[in-house]
């Protein structure tokens, strides 16, 4: 079996960690300034990395563009409620519910507390 867990890297762990927490139901596995482990029904669903910690190549420079290249894609079992938690902690939501003619699902778009882009699919 091969599965990818995907790490990000931020600027404020605690923060970033309490973000991802509120807007998809999600705990904390790890805990800590510079690495976090969130998780689901005891699955990894992303992990966070503070800006220039532990010299990996991709995770030194915060000034260039975050995210270029990459869409975090989320699948929910509750997209109303999903997209509830989004409006309740003020994120920067793009696009509200729409149906996706390509996907054949509902979804939204928003923003994290480190401009990622975010897609979040029933």
Same mark, same amino acid.
């Given at each position: ?11 404020? !762990?605690?923060? /970033? ?6 807007? @998809?139901?999600?705990?904390? =596995? %790890?805990?800590?300034? *510079?690495?976090? !482990?969130?998780? /689901? ?6 992990? @966070?990395?503070?800006?220039? =910690? %532990?010299?990996?190549? *991709? ?12 869409? @975090? ?8 409620? *999903? ?40």
């Amino acid at each position: 079996m091969v599965r990818a867990e995907t790490i990000i890297a931020v600027k404020d !762990i605690p923060k /970033s960690s309490k973000f991802y927490q509120d807007l @998809l139901d999600c705990k904390s =596995e %790890h805990g800590g300034e *510079t690495f976090e !482990i969130l998780t /689901s029904a005891s699955n990894v669903i992303l992990c @966070l990395h503070k800006w220039g =910690e %532990h010299e990996h190549p *991709t995770m030194l420079n915060p000034e260039m563009e975050t995210g270029n290249g990459l869409i @975090l894609f989320f699948r929910v079992g509750n997209l109303n409620e *999903t997209f509830a938690n989004a409006r309740k902690i003020n994120a920067n939501i793009e696009k509200e519910i729409h149906y996706n003619e390509n996907s054949l699902k509902s979804q939204f778009i928003l923003r994290d507390l480190d401009n990622y882009y975010l897609i979040i699919s029933e």
